[in-house]
């Protein structure tokens, strides 16, 4: 059943109050400062929003037409939901920096929120707020890891490698990298909050003073939804019979800086899984075999997607192809034959990820027609794309 909405905290408009039950100018305020409630409100997001990528005046991207692979109860079994999964609790990080604005941060004060209240104790003075979503994994097993060690200035998020060999473009890394969890943050810089009250009004339902912030919290963990349609795999007999359910895609940042939105420098391979379906639907009333998954990344080396437009998307597209200029993505899947024998398919899918850098789905047609059938098992080495090829390692370019 396709799922076409995505629920995710992607916008909090955060609330400072103090607590007093009195109108009184200082509100009994001490001279160290004051508690204050900081609200973080839900948000319905659908998946559209994220992916509104507008190719040209008059044609918008659809990602439902494109997506011929669905997603049953099977899928969301093996690979969980299609959707992001909308955050309850979240952690805080407040800076102080007193008297000046945008400072340096120091040590920081440590929240844990349950839900969308945060009270906590605030000096007089500017204060930086960081906010990310809490993971929770059915198995208890969390592959993003969280690092605030290396600096106050900012919190990075990155992922730990596999035992998967490591292909494409990967030079640094001998393995692959899992897939990071979905995950959201948001800051906020240079709040101020005075003894004279300035910017706050009087919350009369809540019987509280109230300093309205604008925070963004986005994801920082992009969702492309891979899919290959076999054409003509079952003309006279199923050609493509199963496949083994490990795929790569190689290129994305292995690391996001949460304060800023902008992944890192380090191009890495992303393991993840792909199934195959059987006579399914396709366009123009042709029956298909089909191989689809989900993979979660980091997206592309060197940017913030969200800071680009997808309006302005022939501008964006510029700036994507420039920061990613070093690297290409390579998605592969090993398939097995009718006759036993096994074949790694190598396809260059670069100009489809930097064209859909918020994620989107990466569509691959191979006529079955055309691809011939191995003669020994292959998928055995993979030094190179090319060098491989007498190994059945095919390569395509999308």
């Known amino acids: 059943m396709m799922i076409n909405r995505i629920m995710a905290t992607c916008l909090v408009v955060s609330c400072l109050a103090t607590t007093s039950c009195e109108r009184e100018p200082m509100l009994h305020l001490h001279q160290g400062g004051t508690d204050i409630n900081m609200d973080l409100p839900e948000v319905t997001l659908e998946l559209h929003v994220l992916w509104d990528y507008l190719f040209s005046y008059d044609h918008e991207y659809d990602w439902e037409a494109e997506w011929l692979y669905g997603w049953d109860e ?3 079994e093996l690979f969980g939901t299609l959707e992001y999964t909308l955050p309850t609790d979240f952690n805080v990080r407040r800076y102080y920096t007193k008297d000046v604005q945008y400072g340096q941060h120091t040590a920081p004060y440590r929240n844990y929120v349950v839900g969308t209240t945060l009270s906590a ?4 003075g500017y204060w930086d707020i960081l906010a990310w979503s809490e993971i929770h994994t059915s198995d208890g097993i969390q592959s993003i890891r969280i690092d605030e060690t290396s600096t106050y200035d900012y919190v990075t998020a990155h992922t730990g490698q596999t035992m998967t060999p490591s292909r494409y473009n990967a030079p640094r890394f001998t393995r692959a990298f899992y ?4 995950l959201f943050s948001g800051y906020t810089p240079g709040i101020e909050i005075n003894k004279n009250l300035d910017g706050f009004v009087f919350d009369e339902e809540r019987n509280v003073w109230v300093k309205h912030l604008d925070m963004t919290l986005q994801p920082v963990t992009y969702i492309y939804l891979p899919q290959i349609i076999l054409h003509h795999n079952n003309r006279n007999q199923r050609i493509v019979t199963s496949i083994d359910g490990n795929a790569n895609l190689s290129g994305m940042s292995r690391s996001v800086n949460l304060n800023t939105g902008i992944t890192g420098p380090d191009a890495i391979t992303v393991n993840y899984n792909m199934r195959m379906k059987f006579d399914r639907p396709g366009r123009n009333n042709e029956t298909i075999d089909i191989i689809g998954g989900k993979v979660m990344t980091f997206g592309i080396t060197n940017l913030n ?3 680009l437009s997808t309006r302005a998307y022939a501008e964006s597209l510029d700036k994507v192809k420039a920061a990613d200029k070093n690297h290409h993505h390579y998605l592969d899947v090993t398939m097995q034959f009718y006759n036993g024998k096994d074949s790694t398919f190598v396809f260059d899918v670069t100009d489809q990820v930097r064209r859909l850098f918020r994620g989107g789905v ?10 011939p059938v191995p003669k020994r098992s292959g998928g055995s080495g993979f030094d190179a794309v090319v060098k491989d090829f007498e190994n059945k390692q095919w390569e395509f370019d999308m």
């Open 121 to 124: 104790k605030y000096n007089f």
């Open 179 to 182: 897939q990071p969890e979905a």
């Open 362 to 371: 990466i569509t691959i047609e191979l006529d079955m027609d055309t691809v």
């Open 74 to 76: 099977k899928d969301v």
């Open 305 to 307: 997607p969200h800071k």
